[in-house]
């Protein structure tokens, strides 16, 4: 039996967990507002649960209700603008745009109107190219200095064809959203981790297991290390803990209204450059039924976890280019198949996965149909999307003095963290929040207002 050595500390704020959440809370707090004594606690090496597994992207392309989310994420790339000049590029943001492609001539209506709200949101304007001598300019492939933002409809055929040749040939229409891109997720954490550290905060290595909340107030923080238990004063904890949020809240005697969804990604080579090295975040906007063989569809029909794949499935086949230089590897996601589920780790993906991601994204990129008869060695890693039922984070204070969150990130934490952790910071540091603070705070779900707007809240923006 190990010796269990106590001992005890304190700091100004403690964070529990080291993901992109917390990571970037400690930034904030520390060097954007001049915190001392915080104090980052995980179990796991920094960024490594769930924070390395992200496709990387970033949007402002949101839906409402209101604008706060479009508001959130253009304060969070305003940011994520600014580490990367500062950095000198360190974590190479691009800013490609999201390219969403239709072969139903229904939907070209369908992207103008989405454009249009997008516009009314704050995304930036739109701009409609029905001509072929309209000047429609596809996004450079490196940098992020463009100031071309909001949106670019096409529906004109021979600007596809010119631009975009190697998509479908059937399709009919596009919408380029331009404020959108992606970037190195872990060079990003590791730089924000470091700038933490110049500024004071410390890294311990260790799992909270007790949060002292005694009188309703938070006292201390009861981590358990290496044959070690210490114990930490503090006024101040930030939960940041990803898909163990819930369990985080309950040291607490809350329950948080969040749940996970397992969701995979998938990596191969695209040895055939069916995608340029250039293309941005490309998705087909389609819902499709897969072509599968008349044996294939048997057998997935006789398999009650497969049988969904025979019949249609939502739209959302996405991929993008990743790497630098000789790379030629593609990523692929399709958000076919979530139901809440309890996280466990490592998680256990579907070997039918990458099958059809890469199915789904030959619809969209027929350059890629070979991919099919002899499929290439397909890397699928992923974790778990944290969510609240809107999809909206959770970002402010709890109800237990001293106590905040920040997480239920869901599928866009490495674009939101830095616009999360900055609201964050705004409440700890005592400073005036931002106007659209409200909408990520826990208690929003106190409003009898808001819980009736819950009831047919419409588009979640999961892509
Ligand atoms: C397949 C996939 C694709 C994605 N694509 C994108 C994308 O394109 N763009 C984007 O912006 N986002 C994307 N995301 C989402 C993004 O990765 C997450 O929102 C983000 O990583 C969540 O960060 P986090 O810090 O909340 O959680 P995590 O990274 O999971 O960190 C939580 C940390 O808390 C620690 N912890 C928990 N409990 C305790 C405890 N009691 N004591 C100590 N430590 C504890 C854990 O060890 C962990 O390190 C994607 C996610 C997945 C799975």
Redesign the pocket.
């Known amino acids: 039996m190990l010796a269990i050595d106590m001992r005890s500390t304190s700091a100004e704020v403690v964070i529990?967990?080291?993901?992109?959440?917390?990571?970037a809370a400690a930034y904030h707090l520390a060097v954007r507002r001049g915190v001392r004594g915080v104090v980052l606690?995980?179990?796991?090496p920094?960024?490594?649960?769930?924070?390395d597994?992200?496709?990387?992207?970033?949007r402002n392309w949101w839906p409402g209700p209101g604008d706060h989310m479009v508001a959130l994420m253009n304060r969070s790339i305003d940011l994520l603008e600014e580490l990367a000049r500062e950095s000198g590029s360190f974590f190479r943001l691009n800013r490609r745009g999201y390219l969403f492609a239709t072969a139903e001539t229904g939907r070209a209506v369908k992207f103008q109107r989405a454009a249009e709200e997008a516009a009314a949101l704050g995304a930036g304007p739109l701009r409609l190219h029905a001509r072929a001598a309209s000047d429609y300019r596809p996004s450079p492939a490196e940098g992020f200095d463009s100031t071309l933002s909001g949106t670019d409809v096409i529906t004109e055929p021979s600007l596809i064809k010119r631009h975009y040749p190697w998509l479908a040939p059937d399709t009919v229409a596009l919408l380029h959203a331009r404020r959108c891109g992606?970037f190195s997720?872990q060079q990003l954490g590791m730089y924000l981790l470091e700038r933490a550290r110049e500024h004071g905060v410390r890294l311990v290595e260790?799992?909270?297991?007790r949060i002292d909340a005694a009188g309703g107030r938070v006292r201390g923080v009861e981590v358990r290390g290496v044959g070690d238990m210490q114990t930490i004063g503090t006024s101040r904890a930030v939960l940041?803990?990803?898909?163990?949020l819930k369990?985080?809240g309950r040291m607490l005697g809350l329950e948080l209204p969040v749940f996970c969804e397992l969701?995979?990604?998938i990596a191969f080579n695209d040895t055939l450059g069916a995608m340029p090295r250039g293309a941005p975040m490309t998705l087909w906007a389609d819902p499709m039924t897969i072509a599968w063989s008349e044996e294939e569809r048997g057998g997935l029909g006789r398999s009650s976890r497969h049988r969904r794949l025979v019949e249609e499935l939502p739209p959302g086949a996405h991929g993008r280019p990743e790497g630098a230089g000789e790379s030629t590897s593609v990523l692929g996601?399709w958000t076919y198949d979530v139901e809440p589920v309890e996280p466990t780790f490592p998680p256990n993906f579907d070997p039918a996965h990458q099958e059809v991601v890469l199915r789904g994204l030959a619809r969209m990129i027929p350059g890629m149909a070979p991919y099919l008869d002899r499929m290439p060695r397909c890397f699928v890693d992923?974790?778990?999307?944290?969510k609240t039922r809107e999809n909206r984070f959770l970002a402010g204070p709890l109800p237990v003095e001293g106590a905040y969150v920040?997480?239920a990130?869901?599928?866009?934490?490495?674009?939101?963290?830095n616009g999360a952790a900055d609201l964050l910071a705004d409440y700890i540091a005592e400073r005036p929040l931002p106007r659209y603070a409200p909408a990520f705070r826990l208690d929003r779900y106190d409003d009898p207002a808001y819980v009736k707007l819950l009831e047919d809240w419409g588009d979640s923006g999961q892509l």
Do not use: F, N, Q
């Open positions: 529990c967990g080291a993901g992109i959440a917390g990571v606690v995980d179990e796991r920094p960024l490594t649960l769930t924070s597994k992200s496709t990387e992207c970033y992606w997720g260790g799992r909270v297991e940041a803990a990803g898909p163990l369990d985080a969701h995979a990604k996601i992923g974790g778990y999307y944290t920040i997480g990130l869901s599928g866009y934490g490495m674009m939101a963290s």
